[in-house]
């Protein structure tokens, strides 16, 4: 696995749980290039402020939807809040590896020390520890760690494993049986205790 792939589009964003509805339910009417670009920038279907930054965010949601093919994005549209927002974590960490390295280490490891909350740090520590593996991780600018360490705080916030970005403190999350269905239907069983996080 090269550091791309590694990495995926975790710099991209959050879950970004009404965009990625709406995102699904576009796609799922298959529209052609141009009928796609037309609904992103002429209808700003995502509500951005410019052309460029619904077109980034676009991108982001259909990279990480799309691969997922008509039924789960169908479910993503109809599916209540708690399950679309770990349909759209699921979607995350299959498209950006980094980030199941980070709950795997990370958020076990505060687990089992019994810490209430991440450290400050906790991403940059990571990060340097995986640039260990992957060199390549090195060649990122300060900037662009920061700012994946900080969609990952919020990815983790968003999707209810910590309190807050601030307050950084750990929570139980329980996975729904939707999910495991999908993990199951994905043959991807193995982000299961990833996913699972019993305090």
Known sequence: MN???YLGDIIGGSLMVSESRVMADTLLQQPSEEQWKHAVIEQNILQKNSPQTAIRYARTLRWRLEPLGADFM???VEAEERVCIQMLLLALLLNSPVLVDFMKTTITDARRTYQPS???DAWSEF???RIQAHPELGKFSESSIKKM?????KILADAGYLNSTRGKQ???VYLLPEVKSWL???EREDLEPVMECTL
Do not use: F, M, S, T
């Not at 360490?149 to 705080?153: E, L, P, V, W």
């Open 3 to 5: 550091v791309k792939e």
């Open 74 to 76: 169908r479910e993503l």
């Open 118 to 120: 991440l450290d400050a």
């Open 127 to 129: 990060y340097q520890y």
């Open 149 to 153: 360490g900080n969609n990952a705080i």
């Open 170 to 172: 750990l929570q139980p």
């Open 184 to 186: 199951q239907k994905l």
